[in-house]
């Protein structure tokens, strides 16, 4: 799996207060006119493309919100999920699960003593991709990118970055 083709740019918007009453209105009627976009949550606007999130900037420019651009991971359906998923992501309207790409550390483990490595990096995941097959992507906050490291050379694994 390759998992550079799930990350989704995106856009997190500032919606100021004290704007004129239908002002967000005309601005979500002209972004649906306009953009295409891939999913939503919240003042986060996310594109499936960066031609798509040219567009989706556009009309955000043109109403003067501020906006911050980012990267995020959509979670394939057969992912495990961790317990502290929801502080590096979040889960769309769309039942879509996403992760902030700047905050997180992706790999796979090869080699060595696999499963006992596996059993702690499963301390630390956020979330676990294909995690049946014989070598799963791993995915942990980012401050623990040494760790992970560390565990794989101690139960002789060989470590590729995933992302």
């Given at each position: 799996m390759e998992l550079?083709?799930?990350?989704?740019?995106?856009?997190?918007?500032d919606v100021q207060e004290g704007k004129r009453?239908?002002?967000?209105?005309?601005?979500?009627?002209?972004?649906?006119?306009n953009a295409r976009?891939?999913?939503?949550?919240k003042d986060l606007?996310?594109?499936?493309?960066?031609?798509?999130?040219?567009?989706?900037?556009?009309v955000v420019e043109r109403y003067h919100f501020p906006y911050e651009p980012m990267q995020l991971l959509e979670l394939p359906e057969n992912s495990d999920l961790g317990?502290?998923?929801?502080?590096?992501?979040?889960?769309?309207?769309?039942?879509?699960t996403y992760m902030y790409a700047d905050q997180i550390y992706a790999f796979r483990l090869f080699g060595g003593d696999v499963k006992q490595a596996e059993l702690q990096v499963d301390e630390y995941m956020l979330a676990a991709i294909e995690?049946?097959?014989?070598?799963?992507?791993w995915i942990v906050p980012a401050e623990h990118c040494e760790l992970m490291q560390g565990i794989s050379r101690a139960y002789g694994c060989s470590l590729v970055a995933a992302l």
């Open positions: 550079a083709s799930y990350v989704r740019p995106a856009v997190s918007i009453p239908g002002y967000y209105a005309q601005f979500v009627k002209e972004l649906a006119s976009l891939y999913d939503r949550d606007l996310i594109a499936e493309n960066l031609d798509q999130l040219q567009d989706i900037r556009q317990r502290y998923l929801d502080d590096y992501g979040f889960t769309a309207r769309s039942d879509r995690r049946e097959a014989s070598s799963p992507t």
